[in-house]
């Protein structure tokens, strides 16, 4: 079983890896206000390391020491929040959010969240959760949970057995995928840096995951 478990862990981790499982976040729960527009950049995955009970440890390399990304996120009435994010060559994740207190309320900030992505040409999935924050003067400490799941078939490889069976698996692992992450909101006049480090688990077993750390930030152009 234990094997058995290895290998579905392994599968997903080749996935995360390259960049088709996004776990970061880089926002906190306050949105933009009104017509406000911040461009983004960020850094993902500068640290990957992975956690399980065995102590078996998934082989981890990458071409880049990062993954980069560049985005925007753009305020909306009522409190929403819609944004793009872009990870060369061909994954992108959208993104809408809701502050769901008042802006007057101010013990702390709630957000409803949710995120389409898609690795052109292969798969797509969506991404839904929340996050809760607390602005003291210039930080902003958040925390986020989010659940994941795939959006039509998986196109990865041909039509035999085989890569069915591993079209399937890895959908329900992604289906089964869990982050919860942390970071915090520093801002320096109109740039806000975000370090946030995510861990990723799936099928509700903590003991086999990833803890990602990177940073991002946004720049506020008005």
């Known amino acids: 079983m234990e094997k058995l478990l290895f290998i579905c862990f392994s599968i997903l981790m080749y996935f995360t890896i390259n960049g088709c499982v996004a776990s970061s976040s880089y926002y906190t729960a306050r949105t933009l206000e009104k017509n406000k527009l911040a461009l983004g950049f960020s850094a993902d995955d500068i640290l990957i390391k992975s956690s399980n009970s065995s102590g078996i440890q998934v082989g981890i390399s990458k071409d880049l020491p990062f993954a980069p990304s560049i985005g925007f996120a753009y305020g909306l009435p009522l409190r929403l929040e819609t944004g793009l994010r872009w990870y060369p060559p061909k994954f992108i994740e959208a993104t809408l959010r809701e502050q769901v207190n008042p802006r007057t309320f101010d013990e702390f ?59 399937d698996l890895t959908s329900n692992l992604i289906n089964n995928s869990r982050t919860i992450g942390f970071g915090l909101g520093i801002q320096v006049k109109k740039v806000e840096f975000f370090p946030e480090a995510d861990y990723q688990y799936f099928d509700n077993n903590m003991s086999y995951g990833l803890w990602h750390l990177g940073i991002g930030l946004h720049l506020y152009t008005n």
């Open 109 to 167: 900030d709630f957000s409803i969240n949710f995120s389409f992505a898609t690795l052109l040409g292969a798969y797509s999935y969506v991404k839904y959760g929340a996050t809760i924050s607390k602005k003291i003067d210039m930080l902003e400490p958040f925390l986020h949970y989010s659940f994941y799941h795939t959006v039509g078939d998986l196109k990865m490889s041909g039509d035999n057995s085989f890569d069915g069976f591993i079209n």
